[in-house]
């Protein structure tokens, strides 16, 4: 089992900028890709970024390319989010996932241990 901790959401004017962290716990950190995905009121959850175990490559949905970052440090055992330059359209709650798999996969289904989840909301 792997436990996730979603942390540093909240509530940000449009341009600005939010980190959010992911605590790991429980198995290896390091044997696990990492994504983030979000989740807007009555829409999918979809995939938003991803990285694989060493951090040697990371993924990014269209939407936010250039804006938003993901790292991994793996002596923190922590996942982290920069999201910069925030649009309205990017309020969501927002997931961490940690996935087996070698690369990074955009698959919600490909995912084996999720967080709860932490609210972004990007005010006009």
């Known amino acids: 089992q792997v436990q996730l901790v979603e942390s540093g959401g909240g509530l940000v004017q449009a341009g600005g900028s939010l980190r959010l962290s992911c605590a790991a716990s429980?198995?290896?950190?390091?044997?696990?890709?990492m994504g983030w995905f979000r989740q807007a009121p009555g829409k999918e959850r979809e995939f938003v970024a991803g990285?694989?175990?060493?951090?040697?490559?990371?993924a990014y949905a269209d939407s936010v390319k250039g804006r938003f970052t993901i790292a991994r440090d793996n002596a923190k055992n922590t996942v982290y989010l920069q999201m910069n330059s925030l649009l309205p359209e990017d309020t969501a709650v927002y997931y961490c996932?940690?996935?087996?798999?070698?690369?990074?996969?955009?698959?919600?289904?490909?995912?084996?241990?999720w967080g709860q989840g932490t609210q972004v909301t990007v005010s006009s």
């Open positions: 429980g198995r290896t950190f390091s044997n696990y890709a």
């Open positions: 996932a940690a996935d087996r798999s070698q690369l990074v996969v955009r698959s919600l289904s490909s995912y084996d241990y």
């Open positions: 990285i694989t175990r060493s951090g040697g490559m990371t």
